[in-house]
């Protein structure tokens, strides 16, 4: 079975400092992972995602994230954070064998600070 | 181009009632599938539709179930509600190609059960 573990709840962060959001999954084969943004009264969002190749990967909003195989990860980092990325952030797995059948982790919420 | 549509926004219902939950797919999408999202939890994969019939389910009682139209749209629907069934449902759409196609999520719609 597929899982993902978000282990921060909360994160706080100044406007213009970085960010990363912490993602470990499991899943016996190669996964497929992705990372969603959910803004309140918003759906979800697609920020990126990693299928094969290339371990870092670039997504929309300045986004990026890094797959590590050895230590199943998928930490989602960005460099210089703005207020208007305060929002919740969930990493999620899928596999080609099941349709691409999402799981998602319980999620982080990012708070902005002046 | 309209996105994901789901109705309606809001709903509050009483133990025991039923509930019907309409969504429509993205412009093109042929493939509906349904989430719940508890408070402060992940969205959890209930079932997908795929030519009118349900191709997936995840661990969701035979209280949830789903039709889809030949138009693509589709209803989510939940007997004998539970307090438990509190949750924002999403939507999401996307087009059946045998490979991999992103999911494009909705609003959701955010159940109340007293």
Known sequence: ?114 | DAGVTQSPTHLIKTRGQQVTLRCSPKSGHDTVSWYQQALGQGPQFIFQYYEEEERQRGNFPDRFSGHQFPNYSSELNVNALLLGDSALYLCASSLKTGGYNEQFFGPGTRLTVL
């Open chain 1, 1 to 114: 079975a597929q899982s993902v573990t978000q282990p921060d709840i909360h994160i706080t962060v100044s406007e213009g400092a970085s960010l990363e959001l912490r993602c470990n999954y499991s899943y016996g084969a190669t996964p497929y992972l992705f990372w969603y943004v959910q803004s309140p009264g918003q759906g979800l969002q697609l920020l990126l995602k990693y299928f094969s190749g290339d371990t870092l990967v670039q997504g929309i909003k300045g986004f990026e994230a890094e797959f590590k195989r050895s230590q199943s990860s998928f930490n989602l980092r960005k460099p210089s954070v703005h207020w208007s990325d305060a929002a919740e952030y969930f990493c999620a797995v899928g596999a080609i064998s099941n349709d691409y059948k999402l799981s998602f982790g319980a999620g982080t919420t990012v708070t902005v600070r002046a």
